[in-house]
């Protein structure tokens, strides 16, 4: 059972009466965070609390909060203590049926008989069908989406747009990362997988799935492209960024199109980022030599706790491998890579596991990422999955403002998985996703 916040904040209201707003919600949080991870009730995680001193008080609680980072941190400004307010109400809440089954479908007038409206209308016809003039209009007057509340309806509403600007944009990658080139076909937003580490809960402002009815456009535009000094020696265009690139292809078809569209385009390499199994009109298509379908992995265990709605570990794996039998290069992310009791073990299995199943050849690359995330969204986190137990592990602001692992951290898990991967492959191009400098240098110079 989950700490109550209620009695934690009139707990050290009495006990801490003198601390002032700032301190008193330090407190707070520490007891919160100690007595969730440790089971343990919170009024016992103070010894003699009567009369401490606020900062005896932070900075016991500190260490038996942050055992390792404590110590490696230097200096105290990297643990981040926002107060605590976790709304029960805001907690996601999974159905029997987790099939996608949109209740609305808003159509901007522009694209009202465009292929894809007229799809989505024959795919759903209990939805209501609605048009409109444009979705910035309609958010404006009828139906505001940056909330928790609205994000977890989002899979009700489907926006059929006309997008024309947003084609392609270089991913902002993170201030003072290796950067890897990507730039992101920026065809669809939101995602109706539910992973309790999901950027977009913090970034989506739209209370639905967009989907715009005019990809041809945008792959007019990957001729401006250019290969970004680094790593690739070519052209990285993917669109697995604001969305899954495949989970709604069988609705879209848009792995058709872009497909079609990058056989000229020898230059550019894309990949399909995903965590679903939808391969049909992947492997219904001959393979693109510049045609690349990637999978996020992580151990079976993060992903029935964390990747709530997406395949197992196993169906992606068997999907990537039907893939490869017809032809297809594959990738694999290890992102966002967890840390727990047990986790060089669970990784080193998935590692096994692919190599047993996959010819390295047709491995096109292993990106490696540990979590990260920003402070904003590790209180949606709290909020929508409060029960989860990431949050219970040793993150600190990192190097770029975001939650992570202590580098030090970092680099272990890094080189471990590292030094599997080349157990099984010497070659398979292996790269860190949003890391800073020294950490690579670390990692690969070893
Ligand atoms: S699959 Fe990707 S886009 Fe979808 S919820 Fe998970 S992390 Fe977000």
Redesign the pocket.
């Known amino acids: 059972m989950l700490p109550s916040i209620k009695r934690i904040n009139s707990y050290v209201d009495s006990v801490f009466a003198g601390f002032g707003t700032n301190k008193t919600r330090e407190i707070a949080r520490l007891l919160y965070e100690i007595a969730k991870r440790d089971h343990i009730p919170f009024h016992s995680v103070i010894s003699n609390p009567h009369g401490k001193d606020f900062y005896a008080c932070k900075e016991e609680l500190l260490k038996r909060r942050y055992p390792s980072a404590y110590s490696l941190a230097g200096g105290k400004s990297c643990f981040y203590l926002p107060k605590l307010d976790v709304d029960p109400s805001l907690k996601v809440r999974f159905s029997n049926s987790s099939s996608f089954r949109p209740k609305h479908i808003f159509v901007e007038r522009s694209v009202r008989n465009s292929p894809l409206a007229r799809r989505f209308k024959e795919l759903f016809p209990y939805a209501s069908f609605s048009e409109i003039e444009s979705v910035k209009k309609f958010l404006q007057c009828e139906l505001p989406g940056n909330s928790i509340r609205s994000y977890n309806k989002r899979g009700e509403n489907i926006f059929i747009t006309r997008e024309n600007y947003d084609f392609i944009k270089p991913c902002p990658c993170t201030h003072g990362a290796v950067s890897c080139g990507y730039n992101v076909l920026n065809i669809g937003f939101?995602?109706?997988?539910?992973?309790s580490?999901?950027?977009?809960?913090e970034y989506q402002n739209v209370p639905g799935i967009i989907f715009p009815a005019n990809p041809e456009d945008f792959l007019k535009h990957a001729n401006l492209l250019k290969p970004a000094r680094g790593m690739f020696p070519y052209v990285r265009l993917g669109s697995?960024?604001?969305?899954?690139s495949l989970?709604f292809d069988s609705y879209t078809g848009y792995s058709k199109i872009i497909s079609e569209a990058l056989k000229h385009h020898p230059e550019i390499v894309f990949e399909f980022?995903?965590?679903?199994v939808a391969i049909e009109n992947i492997v219904n298509r001959p393979p693109g030599k510049n045609i690349i379908v990637s999978w996020?992995l992580n151990p079976q265990n993060i992903i029935r706790e964390n990747?709530w709605?997406?395949p197992s570990l196993r169906e992606r794996i068997s999907a990537a491998a039907a893939c490869v039998r017809h032809g297809h290069k594959v990738a694999f992310h290890m992102d966002p890579i967890m840390y727990y009791q047990g986790w060089r073990k669970d990784y080193r299995e998935i590692i096994n596991y692919v190599f047993d199943r996959i010819d390295s050849r047709a491995i096109q690359w292993i990106s490696l990422g540990t979590l990260r995330f920003s402070r904003v969204l590790k209180k949606i986190m709290e909020n929508r999955f409060p029960e989860n137990k990431i949050l219970d592990e040793e993150m600190i602001l990192g190097f770029d403002g975001k939650m992570r692992y202590p580098d030090s951290l970092r680099i272990t898990m890094y080189s471990g998985i590292l030094s599997d991967i080349r157990e099984r492959s010497k070659k398979t191009f292996v790269y860190l996703c949003m890391e800073a400098r020294a950490v690579h240098a670390s990692v690969f110079s070893r």
Not at 197 to 201: A, D, G, I, M, V
């Open positions: 939101g995602c109706t997988h539910e992973c580490y999901c950027f977009l809960q697995g960024e604001f969305t899954d989970l980022k995903t965590k679903s996020s990747e709605l997406t």
